[in-house]
T-cell receptor
Framework: GENVEQHPSTLSVQEGDSAVIKCTYSDSASNYFPWYKQELGKGPQLIIDIRSNVGEKKDQRIAVTLNKTAKHFSLHITETQPEDSAVYFCAASMTGGYQKVTFGTGTKLQVIP | DVKVTQSSRYLVKRTGEKVFLECVQDMDHENMFWYRQDPGLGLRLIYFSYDVKMKEKGDIPEGYSVSREKKERFSLILESASTNQTSMYLC????????????FGEGSWLTVV
């Protein structure tokens, strides 16, 4: 089955700096890669996703890149703000029919004011 | 606004008790899921259901069962709770098929003593 590895497990940045979280996946058939943000006391919420037919996607201060050859994808947050502090999960799955979504182990991001 | 509601946020149960965790979604989603979240292990799938009365085992089904009698409701059952089932439990739902956003509830913190 699919295996998703996520690094780092914790990340501290100064407000205004950039943060990068990296994930690798094992199944070359995976073609959908969502990112979820979990704030304290809440459930995870989708913040951005990318499909394997594109290499990069941006939404304001967040962007995701995908390297299919190397089987890794990354989340980039620019101009970090204290409200970006949360746990971030990457995930991978295949589309078509029902396919299980495999999550990474999470990255706890702390933005220091 | 989409909503996945977990009826109990915090529970304390004794070893050997039967425990019910209830989840309701108001989005008419076909798929529903139960995940377990533990530090350093990310989100692990316990069971999922793609239709009423249908269920499939996830990665860690041992010690759990589920029930889906109505489309909007998905229950997780711990037949005989054990201390190693102390964890955060997340219910989620999504539209039929893959590559669709998974919507999570806010989680149920279960402590088994």
């Amino acid at each position: 089955g699919e295996n998703v590895e996520q690094h780092p497990s914790t990340l501290s940045v100064q407000e205004g700096d950039s943060a990068v979280i990296k994930c690798t996946y094992s199944d070359s058939a995976s073609n959908y890669f969502p990112w979820y943000k979990q704030e304290l006391g809440k459930g995870p919420q989708l913040i951005i996703d990318i499909r394997s037919n594109v290499g990069e996607k941006k939404d304001q201060r967040i962007a995701v890149t995908l390297n299919k050859t190397a089987k890794h994808f990354s989340l980039h947050i620019t101009e970090t703000q204290p409200e970006d502090s949360a746990v971030y999960f990457c995930a991978a799955s295949m589309t078509g029919g029902y396919q299980k979504v495999t999550f990474g182990t999470g990255t706890k991001l702390q933005v220091i004011p | 606004d989409v909503k996945v509601t977990q009826s109990s946020r915090y529970l304390v149960k004794r070893t050997g008790e039967k425990v019910f965790l209830e989840c309701v979604q108001d989005m008419d989603h076909e798929n529903m899921f139960w995940y377990r979240q533990d530090p350093g292990l990310g989100l692990r799938l316990i069971y999922f259901s793609y239709d009423v009365k249908m269920k499939e085992k996830g990665d860690i089904p041992e010690g759990y069962s589920v029930s889906r009698e109505k489309k909007e409701r998905f229950s997780l059952i711990l037949e005989s709770a054990s201390t190693n089932q102390t964890s955060m439990y997340l219910c989620a739902s999504s539209q039929q098929g893959s590559g669709n956003t998974i919507y999570f509830g806010e989680g149920s913190w279960l402590t088994v003593v």
